[in-house]
């Protein structure tokens, strides 16, 4: 490996030729932040969001999955925390002036909280070719044996607040899926939209990635007849098992 270290749902960012990787809690940070130039080296820094607001529970190892947006010359991070109130898992928003923070927020309440769906995780932003911002994250309905969708949300040009009413994209009805899809992220290519994301038990061997293809950043979405197309590998050869993408 590159980071030898427990360092969970990784997302990365590009500034001015530096990568920034945040990763869900551990070593006692809530948001971990990592600093590399090369992708390769990278150097563990101090926790980007050290302070949570008033409605998120402390300590139990509940901050997931972060994932940050430069949006003039201010960085938006989306995480995930246990709402106090819900006792559920949901998402909040933060800022800060610097990738490497520290990520503020004075927020009463989270930003995204589905509680009659399980709550709400994996929040993912994208910025479509005409500036327009979105939001993907997934109702966390495997908490509570319901099913899961993908969603997407409009938001504001300074990315603090949604537009308009959410839409279910993708949810977990195909085998290889198991009982959740989650971890959204859209990618624009040519002239198509393409929705990647992760299904069934994350520790286990049917773990494995898929995508759908969408006519918009707000689908319709249409799953991939090649689904799963990154999936857990058998041990072969001596070499162990390798499970969980």
Known sequence: ???????????????????????????????????????????????????????????????????????????????TARDKEADRQCIGVAGSDSPEGPFQSSAEEPFICQVEEGGSIDASPFRDEDGTLYLYWKNDGNCCSMTTYLYAQELAPDGLSLVGEPVQLVQNDEFWEGGVVEAPTMWQHDDGYYLFFSANSYAGFDYAVGYATCESPMGPCQDSPDNPILASARASDGKPPIIGP
Not at 4 to 20: A, K, L, N, S
Not at 22 to 48: I, P
Not at 56 to 65: N, P
């Open 1 to 79: 490996p590159v980071f030898r270290h427990d360092f969970p749902d990784p997302g990365v960012i590009e500034v001015d030729g530096t990568y920034y990787a945040y990763a869900t809690n551990a070593a006692g940070r809530n948001v971990q932040l990592a600093r590399s130039t090369d992708l390769v080296e990278w150097e563990l820094m101090r926790d980007a969001l050290p302070a949570l607001p008033s409605w998120a529970q402390l300590g139990g190892s509940f901050v997931w999955a972060p994932e940050v947006i430069e949006i003039d010359d201010t960085y938006v991070l989306y995480y």
